[in-house]
């Protein structure tokens, strides 16, 4: 199988070999083109002949599980689109994906990702393997280099069709299946034993190397990296990258624990643990947002605060100043009704998942607890009090809020009275100028006549609840 003897060749008649991308150790991997349909680009894989003239019954096993791997049709995975037999060479025909190796994308940053870009690749790369194993497939062989990534996502490649075929395993020199440095414990001590969890494990070290920069263990010799993931502890994330957070750490710790039953128990798991952390961060930063949003109202507030006049003029603008405000409080309250919402859910899961780990715990003998769940109910504790503080927080402001309100409403209340002193004729054309500013004006517009003419002295002009509906109108999102 010599590259000068294949490049430019066609192939069942149909792919052109146009140059090699690549070469690994089951086969090299070229660009192809359809003869036919020359925009249409393919990457074909084509099996060294050491590892399928070894076996007679070659033929038949590779287009079983070809046509196996052909089913695989999801977004994140490259698809086997054909594949068959020269005189010489079994070939698998891919999807070309016209991007780059994650392991070049971390030979570009010299460096770990940043976090969101990490997370985004590696939810992709979730999403493909848990979609596998719903198939009956375990990849056995996750790492950068097999997760091609272009601008529109990750997609992961090679679930070794050839290796599974060949049964390079059965070699007295190497009886697993993978490479070492992304390899799970248990592919090393029993490769004939694992399952779907091994490639949890393997995905938890792509999300180290993404997030530190580097691989988790190295030495000089495929044996001293697999005794290493047998044997030591996975080093915290932390302390090679201090940007790390300690619930995303813990992430990342988990995914790595040497026992597939202490892992996240699927792909699946392992991705809704890093969507619910994503959550928790969007929810934080808005949090923060709303509180200098809360700031930035109160100073605009008092830069609006209306002047008493005896002027027409004067007092309308300050109905429809009041108003607007009350309305701009009203969605101010909300979102931090909402926010609180969020926040109970977050500390409920917390909650949930810190029981789940107490009650291991205590059923347990202590010698078989790992010290580092100790920690992380620890940490949990700590989070759940800073949930609690959060709600704390958020309720002060909506006590604010509220009386805030009552106080635009009081305001917007004098002007209606005031605006008793005036003629309709003039309360109305001044009422049309601002209305002219704006839709929302309008709407106000509409609220200070109707008032102006339902005005009782003796009774309440608008309450908090009645705002709250009118402000539904200018704000439908409101939910209260």
């Not at 947002?289 to 300050?318: C, H």
Request: aromatic letters at 8%; glycine letters at 4%.
């Amino acid at each position: 199988m010599s590259e000068d003897r294949l490049l430019g060749s066609v192939l069942e008649n149909k792919y052109r070999i146009l140059r090699l991308l690549g070469e690994g150790a089951m086969g090299r991997v070229y660009l192809a083109e359809n003869i036919q349909l020359p925009d249409i680009r393919y990457a074909i894989k084509v099996l060294k002949s050491e590892f399928t003239d070894s076996n007679p019954q070659f033929k038949e096993e590779f287009t079983r599980e070809a046509q196996r791997h052909a089913k695989l049709q999801h977004p994140n995975i490259v698809h086997v689109n054909d594949y068959s037999k020269t005189s010489s060479n079994f070939f698998l025909v891919l999807a070309f994906v016209d991007g780059q190796a994650l392991s070049d994308l971390l030979d570009d940053a010299q460096g770990p990702l940043p976090e969101k870009r990490a997370l985004s690749i590696i939810k992709d790369v979730l999403s493909a393997l848990n979609f596998a194993h719903e198939n009956a497939l375990v990849h056995q062989d996750v790492k950068s280099p097999n997760i091609l990534i272009d601008s529109f996502c990750a997609r992961i490649t090679d679930f070794g069709i050839a290796r599974e075929l060949a049964n390079v395993a059965e070699s007295d020199s190497q009886k697993w299946i993978g490479t070492p440095d992304y390899m799970s414990p248990e592919q090393y001590i029993s490769p004939n034993m694992i399952d779907h969890r091994s490639d949890v494990y393997s995905a938890g070290v792509v999300l180290f190397e993404m997030l530190t920069g580097q691989l988790p263990f190295s030495g000089e010799t495929s044996e001293e990296i697999l005794r290493k993931h047998v044997d030591e502890d996975v080093p915290d994330p932390r302390r090679i990258e201090k940007k790390i957070s300690k619930p995303l750490a813990r992430i990342v710790l988990k995914a790595l624990a040497k026992d597939p039953e202490q892992r996240y128990q699927g792909c699946q798991e392992f991705l809704l643990a890093i969507e619910a952390y994503e959550r928790r961060n969007t929810l934080i930063k808005t949090i923060i947002f709303i509180s200098i949003l809360t700031a930035i109202g109160a100073m605009t507030y008092a830069y609006l605060k209306p002047q008493k006049d005896a002027g027409v003029n004067v007092v309308v603008k300050t109905a429809f100043d009041n108003m607007e405000s009350v309305c701009l409080d009203v969605k101010l309250m909300h979102g931090n009704f909402s926010g609180i919402k969020e926040i109970e859910g977050v500390r409920k899961a917390i909650q949930e998942q810190r029981q789940s780990l107490v009650d291991y715990v205590e059923v347990t003998n202590p010698a078989d607890v790992p010290e580092w769940y100790h920690q992380e109910i620890q940490d949990m504790e700590q989070e759940i009090e800073a949930q609690n503080s959060y709600i704390k927080n958020i309720q002060k402001q909506i006590q604010d809020n509220e009386r805030t309100i009552k106080n635009r409403l009081r305001k917007y209340s004098e002007a209606i009275a005031n605006l008793q002193k005036f003629d309709s004729e003039s309360v109305e054309e001044v009422v049309k100028m601002e209305r002219a500013g704006s839709a929302n004006r309008t709407l106000y517009g509409d609220y200070i006549l109707g008032d102006r003419v339902s005005f009782n002295p003796s009774g309440e002009i608008l309450s908090i609840d009645g705002a709250i509906e009118r402000c539904k109108i200018r704000f439908p999102e409101l939910s209260f």
